[in-house]
């Protein structure tokens, strides 16, 4: 009863929220269209961005103006949510904005690795940032190199890690973005024990370990189809939290000399086994296919709970990852089907 009357009215605000996202069908239009400003007014049309998208004039309708548009409209719905949760719920999405930090942060390193000459237009993201972040943005866009980046972070938890990393000899933007992604993963799985009790957490850590395992088995099979990396250099690569993935099983993923050999055991995964993959699936689309999965089945087995919250999360998330690509596909004016290869996933 306890769990029922907090999350009641947040699961009736999710409810109303996820009606609106973009399903397969909304999709299938999209790819059909033949420009940006052409799915712009789509959106407008059809889409929960219809408000957010009147602001911008013609001359605005390219993918950089309207990418900020919609990170803005994912920013408004996770404080929409925030507003409507209790303490508890609360702390469970203050450990969540961790991802959006990291993102944050990994952007601001391209720019001063890569020496762009407009850096920071980073107002859109001021706002949300200032109120439920450690980060300051205006401590951040006045960095110009990766030292005063890291500095200009200094009161923050991300701080030590990236220091430490500086001090080596040779560091790449790989280097950091990789050391604020392990940060991250391994924060959330030490905290969630202080943040959720019993079932919560048992959730969190289903999908949370879930997650890791499938980022790790996807870094593995990237590292050996695309760079040809040794083994020790691999294992560097990985989150080192094993969930479902045996210490053992990831040594042999770890080590196998081929793709092939790794496809085949794969199959000895959960992963594989649980969820009835088709051979012409990527290992990108099995990611994101099984996070869909294990996020909807707890979402239905435990609907007043966190599940609600993570999952609404997932999903619009996924909504804006494939309309970015769509964007970009329709730019190339590749085609209906071609597009829809792109954007993959499974929507509501």
Not at 70 to 79: A, K, M, P, R, V
Not at 104 to 113: A, D, E, K, P, T
Not at 235 to 264: N, Q
Not at 306 to 334: D, G, P, S, W
Request: charged residues 30%.
């Amino acid at each position: 009863m306890g769990n029922l009357l907090a999350y009641s009215g947040i699961v009736t605000k999710i409810r109303a929220m996820e009606a609106r996202l973009l399903n397969d069908k909304n999709f299938e239009e999209i790819a059909e269209l033949h420009s940006v400003p052409e799915i712009v007014s789509y959106l407008k049309e059809k889409s929960s961005y219809s408000f957010v998208l009147n602001d911008l004039s013609d001359e605005q309708l390219h993918r950089g103006n309207i990418e900020k548009v919609l990170i803005g409209q994912l920013y408004y719905d996770y404080s929409k949510i925030y507003r409507f949760c209790g303490l508890e719920q609360r702390k469970f999405l203050e450990l969540y904005v961790s991802r959006y930090e990291v993102d944050l942060i990994n952007y601001c390193f391209r720019i001063v690795i890569n020496h762009y000459s407009e850096p920071f237009d980073l107002n859109y993201k001021k706002n949300f940032f200032d109120k439920y972040s450690q980060i300051s943005i205006d401590k951040l866009i006045t960095s110009r190199t990766t030292d005063e980046l890291i500095e200009n972070l200094k009161d923050t938890e991300y701080y030590e890690p990236l220091k430490r990393l500086k001090e080596k000899p040779n560091i790449t933007l790989f280097d950091y973005d990789l050391a604020l992604d392990q940060y991250a993963f391994a924060k959330v799985w030490k905290k969630r024990k202080k943040v959720l009790k019993k079932k919560e957490l048992e959730i969190l850590t289903r999908d949370y370990g879930s997650k890791i395992d499938l980022l790790n088995l996807q870094w593995i099979y990237r590292a050996k189809k695309y760079y040809e990396m040794k083994p020790v250099d691999i294992y560097a690569l990985l989150v080192p939290i094993h969930y479902k993935l045996s210490t053992e099983l990831v040594k042999e993923l770890v080590e196998t000399p081929s793709v092939e050999e790794f496809d085949h055991i794969l199959r000895k995964t959960s992963y594989w086994r649980h969820y009835d993959f088709n051979e012409t699936l990527t290992i990108e689309q099995m990611y994101r296919d099984c996070l869909y999965h294990l996020y909807t089945v707890d979402r239905r087995r435990n609907p007043y709970s966190i599940a609600t919250l993570n999952t609404y999360l997932f999903l619009k998330e996924e909504e804006l990852r494939k309309l970015t690509t769509a964007m970009e596909c329709v730019r190339y004016h590749l085609s209906p089907g071609e597009t829809l290869a792109y954007i993959g996933g499974k929507t509501l």
